[in-house]
């Protein structure tokens, strides 16, 4: 198990417990053991949990208290200084030290999340990608498989789209790619996924949603699109390829294929055509 996604689990309420319980242990064990033992390293753990996993601002609160936790060790432990102003001057530098671990934690969380973002989506359309569509699609059919609930997957290619390219040229057919996610993603509910498999290929996956229900949703995404088409003057229609789980195939590549396979038979219908059919195991 990976150890990151493992701490994520817990909630930013956890963490500003834990980093909370930590401060004051470090503080009361800098306290107990007085001014010969050294635990500035341990005060850094507190904050960096609480910037990295609650935010910037209850980080920097870390880093207040830890300072101030660390001011109170010394001024208890009674360690003699040459003049009284040193005390609050460590107490400020150190809260330096934390203040600058705090940023750096957060801004590296927010590094890695914006990473995260754009390594899971096509960057021309915004729709997921093929990679990270897979990982949802097994997510939602172990869902599935819990709950016995019906998915459906939709497997799109675009019929014509060559011709856009050739004859409007490469941006204009980019347009046209970002448009349809656009069109697409307009006829969808917040919990179905949308993804570009890669050229002129797209895939929806239904949640909870039986054969009736698809129809409806896919009839729409239809309509939609070749309205849009139409309104620009791009000849492309779409081939698509439906299938519904009643049963849950072993693996996502087996549902992705046979989706695929109906949306070559809707092609070879002559395109502009979809074709539905009910996955109920071998
Ligand atoms: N503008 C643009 N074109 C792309 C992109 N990715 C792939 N393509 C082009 O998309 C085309 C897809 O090929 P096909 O699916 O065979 O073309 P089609 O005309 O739709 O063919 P049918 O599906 O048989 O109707 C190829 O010409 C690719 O070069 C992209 O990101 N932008």
Known sequence: MRLLPFLERNKGLFWAVVAFILVAGVGLLDIVTGYELAFSLFYLLPVSLAAWFVGKRFGL????????????????????????????????????VFLITAL???????????????????????????????????????????????????????????????????AAGDQLLATTVRQVKGQLRKTDILARLGGDEFAILLPETHMEAAKLVISDVQAHFLNEMHRNNWPVTLSIGVLTCTKIPATTDELLNQADALMYAAKNQGKNAVCYAVYAGD
């Open 61 to 96: 609160a870390t880093s207040v208290v830890s300072a101030l936790a660390w001011g109170m060790a010394d001024l208890l432990s009674e360690q003699p200084y040459s003049h009284p102003a040193i005390l609050y001057w460590n107490t400020t530098i150190r809260f330096g």
């Open 104 to 170: 750096l934690m957060s801004s590296l969380r927010q590094a890695l999340e914006r990473e995260q973002e754009l390594s899971r989506v096509d960057n021309l359309t915004g729709a997921v990608n093929r990679r990270f569509f897979a990982e949802l699609l097994q997510m939602e059919l172990d869902r599935s498989q819990r709950s016995k609930h019906p998915l459906t997957l939709a497997y799109i290619d675009l019929d014509n789209f060559k011709a856009i390219n050739d004859r409007l040229g490469h």
